[in-house]
């Protein structure tokens, strides 16, 4: 039976392909679409983009005609409602790694440095041939590609290294201090001058274009957009694969409907009353209906119910925040990575009756 089941789901999987492909691209392009497209990377913005991915994937791969295609179809609305709910639950929180930025600079800076470079490259190097050998459109058609690629070489050194930086900062701060001491102090801006060759306005404006450099090169965080893409969408593609594989395992097995559930005669009776009861009547029938819950030994409705208490205590009230550890994950499922130590936020409380975990409370880390 096993042998057979395995190999209906596989055929199953190679009918479905070109579908998850599909997918694939769909939940990347929600990813990026909550994303952005910008340097800077928010880990609460990540969290919305997974989530988006992932809703996407559950939305497409839990559609009734994709459900109806399984080895094992389920037959009825109840029945399908529950293999989702069943795949859901057992679908592992989605987490993407943040992309890996460096110093770098925009592509409009690059042009420009490019220009520029290529502009002085023609101008220096067909001057020169140009006295020399009398051949300037020569020089030009070198100098022209040359000066562009030493012009972005250099002013991409410049980004990336912060000696570099520090060294023209320090020769800049000298030079200007000289400057400014005159030949008064040890006779250094007598010196600078001698050794520049050229007057104090001319000084200056080498000062203004160091200074101008510096704040040019200056690059902010950059990533290889295209390469965290592939990332991205080979990460959805493993779990779009892994989520289809459990999908068709679960629709083997029996799924219980709400039909197949007898509820307590005392429960049902509470509940149409609370159905039944008009807006002054609303508390005493929740009541009741907590006090049947009670009976049959659920948990974590003693306490008053917050539509009993005050604006002013509902207005004060927080979620509860746990240390984590390797205990409570009997009792909640955690939403993302959280390790040992790490204080976390009850999402939801978990649903014990008379001892028995009927299902587990869900935290999340709580982001400082």
Known sequence: MSIILEESIHAWMATNQTLREQITERATERFFAVFGHTDTTIQAQLERAATSARDEVFAALTADAVLD????????AG???????????????????????????????????AAVGSLLGMMVLGGLLNLGLG??????????PGGAALAMYAVGRLTESKTLRRVLKTLLGVAWTADLLGAASFGLGALWGRLAGIGLLRRILVYAAAVSLLVFTRGGPQYDRRAYRNAVRDLIRQWVEVSAVLLGCLSAGPVETATDVVLDTDLARAIQDLHRSDTANLPVAAEALFLEARRMGLEGVSTPASFAQSSHAQQGFERPRLVWSPELEQHYRPFGLIE??????????????????LEKGRVRKQRS
């Open 340 to 357: 040992d130590g790490d204080t976390v936020i009850v999402e939801d409380v978990p649903v014990i009756q008379n001892g028995r975990i």
């Open 69 to 76: 295609a399984l080895p094992s179809a389920p037959t009825t």
């Open 135 to 144: 051949v300037r459109g020569v020089g030009m058609l070198i100098g022209g």
């Open 79 to 113: 029945a399908r409602e529950a293999l989702r709910s069943r795949w859901l639950s057992l679908t592992p929180a989605w987490g993407f790694p943040a992309p890996v930025t460096s110093p770098g600079l925009s592509a409009a800076r690059l042009a420009i440095a």
